[in-house]
């Protein structure tokens, strides 16, 4: 089962706009990690941020953490055609396992 | 530097049947781990190996198995497959650098049971 929930669970957007993903976690983490996934291929790691730290910047990424409210977000800015994929947060739990949400399907127009 | 790489990449197997599949980590890296992807469950963690040792298990039936060679090469093994085992299985090695998981995951072996 899935620890964590991400929502929404499909953006659709148009190229240059924003793209804001959010995800909700349930147990205490060593740090929380997201993915990029497309079309079925393996998984590409975007950006990892620490339980200690609350944001964190990568390029046109933006991870927010919140470890009161439990939940992170993941913001991309000036989005293009290439981000079309889908997104997964995953929380460390220790021992080499990653817990991932559901991920969050963007798709950009052009 | 390689990346991590899965043998094969498409398989298609009836019910019943036994399946292995390979995964060769990042060079360097000694942690290999499996997950399931299914687009009911989706990412699930089926288990992780270390220095040919598993550490940490997923939950999954027994008839999901693994070992690590020497090498830090990996297989998964499953036995008597079920339709439900159909699957994209990814892999993902680790450098296991002390509080940092990044985790370098191969394109996957996608299954399909018949």
């Known amino acids: 089962s899935q620890q964590g929930e991400e929502d929404p669970q499909a953006l659709s957007i148009q190229e240059g706009e924003n793209a804001t993903m959010n995800c909700s976690y349930k147990?205490?983490?060593?740090?929380l990690q997201w993915y990029r996934q497309n079309s079925g291929r393996g998984l590409v790691h975007l950006i990892l941020?620490?339980?200690?730290?609350r944001e964190k910047h990568s390029g046109r990424l933006r991870v927010t953490l919140d470890t009161s409210k439990k939940s992170s977000s993941l913001l991309i800015t000036a989005s293009r055609a290439a981000d079309t994929a889908s997104y997964f947060c995953?929380?460390?739990?220790?021992?080499?396992?990653?817990?991932f949400g559901q991920g969050t399907r963007l798709t950009i127009n052009p | 530097k390689a990346g991590v790489t899965q043998t094969p990449r498409y398989l298609i197997k009836t019910r019943g049947q036994q399946v292995t599949l390979s995964c060769s980590p990042i060079s360097g890296h000694r942690s290999v781990s499996w997950y399931q992807q299914t687009p009911g469950q989706g990412l699930q963690f089926l288990f992780e190996y270390f220095s040919e040792t598993q550490r940490n298990k997923g939950n999954f039936p027994g008839r999901f198995s693994g070992r690590q060679f020497s090498n830090s090469r990996s297989e998964m093994n499953v036995s008597t497959l079920e339709l439900g085992d159909s699957a994209l299985y990814l892999c993902a090695s680790s450098l296991e650098v002390a509080g940092f998981n990044e985790q370098f995951f191969g394109p996957g072996t996608r299954l399909t049971v018949l």
């Open positions: 995953a929380t460390d739990q220790g021992a080499q396992k990653l817990v």
């Open positions: 147990t205490s983490i060593n740090n």
């Open positions: 941020i620490r339980s200690n730290e």
